[in-house]
């Protein structure tokens, strides 16, 4: 059989190792190998990898029926619906259902166009928010954006947590400001609450919408169900995805009665919402909730985040964080680091080309963090 990699696109840097099944926070590699998920699941398996419930409810759901479109109603669609709804804050009330962040984020744009009848967007410096056009438009790093220029018009990014630059570019041609609580890509930045709420006081007096991306701060990751819960605010739309069906594919975008009462205009995904997807987001949502996986995080974070800021190496910048989200910024490439960390049984992720990313799955235990602190010490000491 001809390799992997002579026969996939792949625009982004490859790791030597080839995983075959998990568990819980393991990976397993084809050579027998053993690794610990800290980020390559890319924040999408926060109940761990192959979750009793959720493998069950996609087994169940493929036994009744694997795919029905949304020009009809389903009573796996109606029972995850029902579910997302008693765990967002009010007033958001309505969700579009897609496969991904990226899409979840495509159709807030649309829908905070359609709303307002204005062009203009707001984002934020290091701000991450998908690679489809209109994801990547309010995305700030040029490496992701210049290949595919030009990309939509009528988009300035400012500062984060700088509300005194935010108040500057929103104006009466703003349709929406789109923000991440915590910038995940762009680095583990934590956004300041008072920034968060004065985000959303400045989009009410403006007549703009506020946009909170939570695709990868959702679902107990932050160490709350949504990070938004933080600074006490709501969002007119609120963008989910990643582990809302527990690393199944999917993805939300839910709005306020509001919102829904001005869209004009149609937007569809044929995908968006199958019985499968939505099974496994109701096994998800109640492991989360029952399970207490936010609780669980905001505990495990304390020791975690107190043992990155106590490394004792000039190898590191600064350490960020929040629950179980964190960056260490090195001094050098993260590269090597992240290649060292594999040799010692972690995968974690980059967030640029300086900083390490943490991101395990939230059933991860306080023996495994300790091994991942210890795994990088060593990589550290080793140079």
């Given amino acids: 059989m001809r390799a992997e990699s002579e026969m996939r696109i792949s625009t982004t840097p490859q790791r030597d190792v080839e995983i075959v099944r998990g568990e819980g926070c393991l990976l397993f590699g084809v050579d027998g190998r053993t690794y610990l998920d800290f980020g390559v699941s890319h924040g999408a398996c926060n109940l761990g990898h192959t979750h009793p419930a959720v493998v069950r409810a996609l087994q169940d759901q493929a036994r009744r029926l694997l795919f029905v479109g949304s020009g009809v109603r389903n009573d796996a669609r109606r ?4 579910a997302l709804s008693e765990i967002v804050p009010a007033p958001l009330s309505r969700t579009f259902l897609s496969n991904s962040g990226a899409e979840a984020v495509e159709a807030a744009l649309k829908f905070a166009r359609s ?9 934020a410096l290091r701000s991450f928010h998908g690679r489809t056009f209109g994801a990547l438009s309010v995305t700030w790093r040029k490496e992701f954006r210049e290949p595919f220029e030009p990309l939509l018009p009528g988009v300035d990014f400012v500062p984060f947590n700088d509300a005194e630059a935010l108040a500057g570019a929103v104006g009466k041609d703003t349709a929406a400001v789109i923000l991440e609580p915590v910038q995940g890509e762009g680095g583990v930045y934590v956004g300041d609450p008072e920034y968060l709420r004065a985000a959303r006081d400045l989009c009410t007096d403006r007549g703009a919408l506020l946009i909170l991306d939570e695709v990868q701060t959702g679902l107990g990751r932050t160490g709350r169900t949504f990070d938004l819960e933080r600074a006490g605010t709501v969002p007119d739309v609120l963008v989910l995805g990643k582990s809302l069906a527990g690393g199944f594919p999917i993805g939300a975008t839910v709005v306020t009665d ?3 009462g001005r869209l004009r205009g149609s937007h569809h995904s044929t995908f968006g919402g199958g019985p499968l997807a939505c099974a496994a987001g109701v096994a998800a949502l109640r492991v989360l909730r029952e399970s207490d996986l936010a609780g669980r995080a905001a505990d495990l974070s304390v020791t975690f985040l107190r043992r990155l800021r106590g490394l004792d190496s000039p190898g590191v910048r600064e350490v960020r964080g929040i629950g179980l989200m964190a960056a260490v910024e090195l001094r050098g490439k993260a590269a090597p680091v992240l290649e060292g960390l594999m040799d010692r049984g972690i995968l974690a992720i980059p967030s640029g080309t300086a900083t390490v990313r943490f991101l395990p799955p939230l059933v991860v235990t306080p023996e495994e ?8 010490e060593g990589v550290l000491a080793g140079g």
């Fill in 79 to 82: 029972g995850f619906l029902a």
């Fill in 115 to 123: 709303a307002t009848g204005r062009p203009g967007l707001v984002a």
């Fill in 258 to 260: 509001d919102v829904h």
């Fill in 369 to 376: 963090l300790d091994a991942a602190v210890l795994a990088l």
